[in-house]
């Protein structure tokens, strides 16, 4: 059983910022990615920012240059660094890995809202 996290969310006037951060544990097995996602109300989920063990971090258009995306291996913990909000950043934000343990596998987090005021 794997687990994740998330922590950080919460209100925010715009062009503020918030660091969300997400630990994974249990039995994991090898990651290989750990990224985020959000929703909207009455949107599809999408991704935000992902960041493989690798070090290949890819970003949503949206976020570029606002976001940054890290992670601390030892820890199996990724965060999302998040400056400069706007409001149409507002919605839940997902945690999500993919690793391997026997077998390819995903794994969500319960997800941590994040509003941001006009």
């Known amino acids: 059983q794997v687990q994740l996290v998330e922590s950080g969310g919460g209100l925010v006037q715009a062009g503020g910022s918030l660091r969300l951060s997400c630990a994974a544990s249990?039995?994991?097995?090898?990651?290989?990615?750990m990224g985020w996602y959000r929703q909207a109300p009455g949107k599809q989920r999408e991704l935000v920012a992902d960041?493989?063990?690798?070090?290949?971090?890819n970003y949503a258009d949206s976020v570029k240059g606002r976001f940054t995306i890290s992670r601390n291996n030892a820890k199996n913990t990724v965060y999302l660094q998040m400056n400069s909000l706007k409001p149409e950043d507002t919605a839940v934000y997902y945690c999500?890995?993919?690793?391997?343990?026997?077998?390819?596998?995903?794994?969500w987090g319960q997800g941590t809202q994040v509003t941001v005021s006009s």
């Open positions: 960041l493989t063990t690798g070090g290949n971090a």
């Open positions: 249990g039995r994991i097995g090898s990651i290989n990615a």
């Open positions: 999500k890995i993919r690793a391997k343990f026997i077998r390819e596998y995903d794994s």
